[in-house]
């Protein structure tokens, strides 16, 4: 498709969607990106889904640097690290310019999407089998345009037994080359599309919790034009869980690259750019590294090779060295991984525009009625209302679903202090049974912050002796040499402490999405909140408005909240 006619195709348009089955040199992506910059009729949101081969060497596709396209290149290849096979979701432009990049093999990745794409591009002649044929039908709605480089012709008849006909023939894209999809009948699922894109037009929206998970919520739909009124039983926002001084964040580990290992790593992607995004870096979060000491008997000392290696590869020996470890410590090193104070990013979120923030409303019961959905206090008066609300309330989710969530209380305790002189600490963050963070701002003083406890079912947030001994013991495991300096402080009972409750579900995965028509859900980020937050609201808004998912299928229905058996409100 020519630039002129995109242009008149997706003026005024809330988003385009894009796929593009061979990402190659990326040159239709950053083409793409170049021609919405300078379109002041551009659409609100650009979603470019790309299929890029397993080859790709580095991790990184070879980009082309057309003239005109040289700085976006660049920005682009910055950002392609760490392409393990699967799904990667890229933001530039505020979030406004969204690359899906699906790394693997064509007909497995077309399985993994779910979106209706308004243009289809293929950059190559390439014959694909029935099953992609099928996959690209139902990645389409009617009137989704193909178009190629190269004639069709060979494939002609599998593209017309899946809906699609030729186009009309003009100079910039002659028939053999032009394809839309339009079928003679009804396809599955056409009516259920036109409800959603009926329904995800941006109105007003309550989100019930002004911690990680609802603050992420409500950015993600205030980015999409929602009017958003986050509301808290506390006065202040990030009173609860998220009130943590300061958070690990680093990719979860496993032998077999699990389904909590996958889901780690794009989280942390989408926390990063947001921390780059909004955060004072050194101030609000730091991301240079982190050392996981893998204390577990039989514990591998690296993970993964090729793509994978730029999350986590094997320590170096001055790695090793530099935390006080022995030479043969089975060490890790994350390489995009650190702290983040939550309470800074979730400031951030609500300080957005189109998001207004009221403490200290405690909502007690939901109710709905013709006018939407009403919070109401525990006297029976209405609080607030709206056509949609959100529950990211952690625990008190569970009350307002009227018996839909099962949600567990998890309590955990850290331990801090101001870094004394001649304390020596590792300059970078530790994990493994439990972390140290060395070096974080508190109050304007530099800290270090150690934990954390994990008390299942617990709701006390009294700060307890009890539990600063548990996370030295685990410190003097993790790190001998750190933990010696420290002692003191410990023994003299000088070690400040913060503790906060977490909410979990069943299987200890967030649960996200629709419990009813116009009731909605993010929430159980456990004990993962930095690294499940912004995921979990992309997820939540991608849902919402029929965009591409920023997780390969089968991967966001693990995170579904439907996967537990509801009871009826």
């Not at 240079?288 to 994978?308: M, N, S, V």
């Not at 009403?374 to 018996?403: E, H, K």
Request: charged letters at 20%.
């Amino acid at each position: 498709m020519r630039d002129e006619a995109l242009q008149t195709a997706w003026a005024g348009q809330a988003q385009w969607r894009i796929l593009d089955t061979a990402f190659d040199c990326a040159a239709g992506f950053l083409r793409a990106w170049h021609l919405w910059r300078r379109d002041l009729r551009r659409p609100a949101r650009l979603h470019y889904v790309a299929i890029a081969p397993l080859s790709a060497p580095a991790g990184q596709p070879p980009f082309d640097a057309a003239p005109g396209l040289a700085d976006l290149a660049r920005e682009l290849a910055g950002r392609c690290w760490g392409l393990t096979p699967g799904l990667h979701r890229l933001a530039f432009e505020g979030g406004r310019v969204l690359l899906t990049l699906c790394v693997g093999r064509t007909p497995d990745m077309l399985r993994e999407l779910s979106f209706a794409a308004d243009q289809v591009r293929l950059a190559h002649t390439h014959t694909l089998e029935p099953a992609a044929w099928r996959a690209l039908a139902r990645l389409s709605r009617r009137g989704t345009q193909v178009s190629a480089v190269q004639p069709l012709a060979a494939d002609g008849e599998q593209l017309r037994a899946c809906g699609f006909v030729q186009g009309p023939d003009s100079p910039d894209a002659p028939d053999s080359l032009h394809w839309v999809y339009d079928p003679a009948w009804t396809p599955r699922g056409e009516r259920a599309a036109t409800r959603l894109e009926q329904s995800a037009a941006p109105g007003r929206c309550i989100v019930v919790g002004a911690g990680l998970a609802g603050a992420a919520v409500a950015a993600s739909l205030a980015r999409r034009g929602w009017q958003v009124e986050v509301i808290d039983a506390a006065p202040k926002p990030a009173s609860g869980a998220s009130g943590l001084p300061a958070g690990l964040l680093a990719p979860h580990l496993s032998p077999d690259d699990n389904l909590l290992s996958r889901l780690s790593r794009s989280g942390i992607r989408i926390t990063l750019d947001a921390a780059a995004e909004y955060l004072r870096e050194g101030l609000d979060w730091s991301a240079r590294g982190t050392l996981e000491h893998r204390l577990k008997p039989g514990a591998r000392a690296a993970h993964g090779e090729g793509f994978a290696a730029d999350w986590s590869c094997a320590a170096t020996a001055q790695q090793v060295q530099s935390a006080g470890l022995p030479p043969h410590a089975p060490c890790v090193w994350h390489g995009h991984a650190g702290w983040i104070r939550p309470a800074s990013l979730v400031q951030a979120w609500l300080a957005q525009p189109g998001i207004r923030f009221r403490g200290g409303l405690r909502a007690e019961r939901l109710e709905h009625g013709a006018d939407g959905w009403r919070l109401m206090d525990a006297s029976g008066q209405m609080l607030v209302q709206a056509p949609m609300v959100i529950l990211a309330a952690a625990l008190d989710s569970a009350a307002l679903a009227g018996g839909g969530l099962r949600l567990h209380a998890v309590r955990g305790q850290v331990s801090w202090g101001p870094r004394t002189e001649g304390a020596t600490l590792p300059a970078f963050a530790v994990n493994g049974s439990g972390h140290l963070l060395p070096d974080v701002p508190i109050d304007g003083i530099a800290s270090w912050i150690t934990g954390s406890t994990y008390g299942r079912g617990e709701t006390d947030t009294t700060v307890r002796e009890a539990d600063h001994a548990a996370n030295f013991e685990r410190m003097q495991q993790l790190l001998p040499c750190a933990a010696a300096p420290l002692a003191p402080a410990f023994v003299a009972g000088q070690v400040r402490g913060w503790a906060g409750v977490r909410c979990a579900s069943t299987d200890r995965r967030p649960l996200v999405g629709e419990l009813e028509p116009g009731l909605w859900v993010s929430t159980a980020m456990g004990s993962r909140g930095l690294t499940f937050a912004a995921l979990c609201a992309e997820l939540l808004a991608a849902r919402l408005h029929g965009e591409p998912l920023p997780l390969p299928a089968s991967m966001a229905a693990a995170l579904d909240v439907k996967r537990q058996k509801k009871t009826p409100r």
